[in-house]
């Protein structure tokens, strides 16, 4: 902690400034992950056949329950869309649709972001360089010979610290934004994969029994 106090402290004010987007960078990551790994983290296919064996036993009131469990998007869909089952397929249809456009930006929040955050704080890091260049330099022209070299090798480490400063955290943004990403579309693709198979088990299932489920 000492020495990334001092890589602070001789990078000057700007350096500061980059740690504030670095802290909103690791919130946004760390919030990203926990929503990804945690919150909406549901087997897709066992959650679904979960639903079916209920839905085909009438048990709807249960297969509710079953999805108010979880705030996965998921279980989000097809709450809205058990809640309408008794409606026809129709409504059902129409269910899922709504509440896919509710839950699908959830899933894609926040991401884009990281990218925003990274070009901010390469051009912070880009900023303070400069700023460290024109210090040094200023300073020896300024400065007696014998302190000429101490100035100048302050102000070329506060201009290389700020470099590695943005740079570092722009890498850090990048990375994360292309794995959060990946999982966003993944997730999405699974969302829309369950849904079709959602809207065609409960359309079976009216069918089967000679109309909707009973709640």
């Given amino acids: 902690m000492q020495g990334f106090a001092k890589f602070l402290e001789e990078g000057g004010t700007l350096m500061y400034?980059?740690?504030?987007?670095?802290?909103?960078?690791?919130?946004?990551?760390?919030?990203?992950?926990?929503?990804?790994?945690v919150k909406s983290s549901v087997n897709a296919r066992a959650f679904l056949e979960n639903i079916r064996k209920l839905v085909m036993a009438n048990n709807v009131d249960r297969a509710v329950k079953?999805?108010?469990?979880?705030?996965?998007?998921?279980?989000?869909?097809?709450r809205a869309s058990l809640q309408r089952v008794?409606?026809?397929?129709?409504?059902?249809?129409?269910?899922?649709?709504?509440?896919l456009v509710d839950v699908t930006p959830l899933i894609k929040r926040r991401i884009q972001?990281?990218?925003?955050?990274?070009?901010?704080?390469?051009?912070?890091?880009?900023l303070g360089t400069v700023v460290g260049l024109i210090r040094a330099f200023a300073a020896v022209s300024a400065a007696k010979p014998e302190e000429r070299s101490n100035?100048?090798?302050?102000?070329?480490?506060?201009?290389?610290?700020?470099?590695?400063?943005?740079?570092?955290?722009?890498?850090?943004?990048?990375?994360?934004?292309?794995?959060?990403?990946?999982?966003?579309?993944r997730q999405t693709a699974d969302l829309e994969a369950f849904s079709l198979k959602l809207e065609n088990l409960l359309a079976e299932s009216a069918h089967a029994t000679g109309g909707p489920p009973h709640k």
């Avoid at 008794?86 to 509440?99: D, L, M, N, P």
């Avoid at 090798?153 to 990403?181: D, K, P």
């Fill in 17 to 37: 400034l980059n740690l504030g987007t670095s802290i909103i960078a690791l919130s946004v990551i760390v919030e990203r992950l926990v929503f990804f790994l």
């Fill in 66 to 78: 079953l999805c108010s469990a979880t705030t996965a998007p998921v279980a989000q869909v097809a």
């Fill in 86 to 99: 008794h409606r026809g397929e129709i409504a059902v249809a129409q269910a899922i649709e709504e509440s």
């Fill in 113 to 126: 972001i990281l990218w925003s955050l990274a070009n901010i704080a390469t051009l912070i890091g880009l």
């Fill in 151 to 185: 100035l100048l090798a302050r102000g070329i480490s506060e201009a290389l610290n700020n470099t590695a400063m943005g740079l570092g955290i722009a890498v850090t943004c990048i990375v994360a934004h292309a794995l959060l990403g990946s999982m966003s579309k």
